[in-house]
């Protein structure tokens, strides 16, 4: 038992400190939600590289992030089971994540529902195989979330993956570490776990490549076998750049619902630019578009423009082009662009109520024909 906190010795850069914020965002809107189904039993919660729990300061890792979002949610009758996996390698940092799930424990009350497994001394792939994959199977309806956030490229099969999204709910949030990827590449050693990692053999063409070219194809070839190879219906990446403005990782999200990747777009727009690191949206390397307190307008006006250009869609129409195909929120497009379109005279609203303020888009079965 622990009556102190636990923290590694890992410093908490700003980088990473942005990327648990984004994934305490998310999960503090996804498990309300989640929790208000009734057509499963149970909601399976997935961290396959979950470290310490603590870094060096005390600040959370992404256990105990989840953990606590778990905890905000307010419990009802007959709440369903919310079962937490966590993959941790090493004996010692599994150590430390125990005694500071204790920690919590002896701070909150967890109630029952929670269940709480720390697979130790296992890789991700293992505890997949031993225990994970078979509590998949038992509750195929469960809505999953996997956090896959490793250290380097290895241990993270697309294998995996591909299970993970074949099921009807599940979203996961992968860290892809661009910087070691792109360095150790072409090392010979390497080729089976790159091979693993892709889940094809076409990594290779990363050879004869260089600078831009050679990362836009990395970061490419992941995205299309995460919708090819796992079958996400919604795959974005966003990129993270440290000070010096190299890249240093891309997060993916992949997901089969329309909510799940409509709350991860939220959360990413929650983070702040920094001095320490800028993030932007990377799944369309020519439409990079930074997150900034006040969204770019104008990139989204030419995007929407460009999508729609002399065609008539209904505002239901726009908004599905915004939050499927685009770094945008549903709450950027109307006041923020449609109405500057049409006192532009660049669309034209068909049939407007008579009582229509101008530069409304209220009904989302309105027609809109852009110019
Ligand atoms: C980047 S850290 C995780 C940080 C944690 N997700 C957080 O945000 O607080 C990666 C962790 O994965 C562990 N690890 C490395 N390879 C692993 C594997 N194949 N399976 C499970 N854990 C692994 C490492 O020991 C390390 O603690």
């Given at each position: 038992m622990s009556d102190a906190l636990t923290a590694a010795s890992w410093p908490l850069e700003p980088h990473t400190a942005a990327k648990l914020k984004i994934l305490g965002a998310y999960l503090r809107a996804w498990f309300p939600i989640i929790a208000q189904g009734s057509s499963f039993d149970r909601i399976i919660y997935i961290d396959g590289f979950a470290g310490p729990g603590r870094y060096k300061k005390g600040e959370d890792g992404s256990p105990i992030i989840a953990l606590k979002a778990a905890l905000g949610v307010p419990p009802r009758e007959n709440q369903i089971p919310l079962e937490f996996h966590f993959v941790e390698r090493k004996r010692r940092v599994s150590a430390t994540l125990k005694a500071n799930i204790e920690y919590l424990k002896q701070h909150r009350k967890i109630p029952p529902h929670i269940e709480i497994h720390v697979h130790e001394r296992q890789t991700f792939a293992e505890a997949y195989e031993q225990h994970i994959r078979g509590r998949l199977l038992a509750h195929a309806r469960a809505p999953a979330f996997a956090l896959v956030d490793p250290f380097?490229?290895?241990?993270?099969?697309m294998q995996i993956l591909s299970e993970l999204m074949e099921r009807p709910s599940t979203e996961i949030l992968v860290n892809f570490m661009f910087e070691e990827i792109n360095r150790f590449i072409k090392h010979l050693q390497q080729e089976q776990n790159f091979d693993s990692l892709y889940g094809c053999p076409e990594w290779r063409r990363a050879f004869d490549l260089s600078g831009f070219d050679r990362k836009r194809f990395i970061h490419d070839l992941y995205g299309e076998q995460l919708r090819n190879a796992a079958g996400a219906r919604y795959v974005r990446s966003f990129e993270m750049r440290n000070s010096r403005n190299a890249t240093d990782y891309f997060l993916y999200f992949a997901s089969n619902n329309i909510l799940g990747l409509a709350k991860m777009k939220e959360a990413m727009w929650k983070i702040a630019p920094s001095g320490d690191f800028t993030f932007s949206d990377a799944t369309n390397f020519d439409q990079c578009v930074l997150f900034e307190p006040e969204p770019n307008r104008q990139m989204l006006r030419h995007l929407i423009a460009e999508r729609f250009a002399k065609q008539r869609a209904t505002v239901q129409q726009v908004e599905n082009f915004v939050v499927?195909?685009?770094?945008?929120?549903?709450?950027?497009?109307?006041?923020?662009v449609l109405k500057e379109m049409e006192a532009d005279q660049a669309l034209r609203y068909l049939d407007?109520?008579?009582n229509r303020p101008r530069g409304t888009f209220a009904s989302k079965s309105a027609v809109l024909e852009f110019l």
């Open positions: 380097g490229w290895t241990g993270m099969p499927e195909e685009t770094p945008f929120l549903a709450t950027h497009y109307k006041k923020q407007p109520p008579t």
